[in-house]
């Protein structure tokens, strides 16, 4: 798990809207992620394009992300589903359906 390429984008909202009407490739799977620090204590990415599924569900991903008694909570959204994740400490700590609130 790693970025190709990860730097600053001065107008990254212009960049991702020619990205995503612009006809990709889609024969070598790829993920567009953009974050960035929200606090000192919170980041957010938001994962685009998930032409390779949905990195930021998978659950060693999470794992990693929650290490060493962090938290983080993935929100997948698609045509056909919806759901939110959550791990702690490096486990998966649950799933919430958002639209009937089960767990």
Do not use: K
């Given at each position: 798990?790693?970025?190709?390429?990860?730097?600053?984008?001065a107008?990254?909202?212009?960049?991702?809207?020619?990205?995503?009407?612009?006809?990709?490739?889609?024969?070598?799977?790829?993920?567009?992620?953009?974050?960035?620090a929200?606090?000192?204590?919170?980041?957010?990415?938001?994962?685009?394009?998930?032409?390779?599924?949905?990195?930021?569900?998978?659950?060693?991903?999470?794992?990693?992300?929650?290490?060493?008694?962090?938290?983080?909570?993935?929100?997948?959204?698609?045509?056909?589903q919806?759901?939110?994740?959550?791990?702690?400490?490096?486990?998966?700590?649950?799933?919430?359906?958002?639209?009937?609130?089960?767990?």
């Amino acid at each position: 798990m790693g970025a190709d390429r990860p730097r600053p984008l001065a107008n990254a909202l212009d960049q991702l809207t020619q990205r995503l009407i612009e006809e990709l490739d889609y024969t070598t799977p790829t993920v567009l992620l953009l974050a960035r620090a929200a606090t000192a204590q919170w980041s957010i990415a938001l994962e685009l394009e998930g032409t390779a599924g949905w990195i930021g569900a998978r659950a060693h991903v999470m794992s990693r992300l929650s290490a060493a008694g962090g938290t983080v909570c993935t929100i997948c959204r698609d045509p056909n589903q919806f759901q939110v994740l959550f791990a702690h400490d490096g486990q998966p700590d649950g799933t919430i359906d958002p639209l009937t609130a089960e767990r």
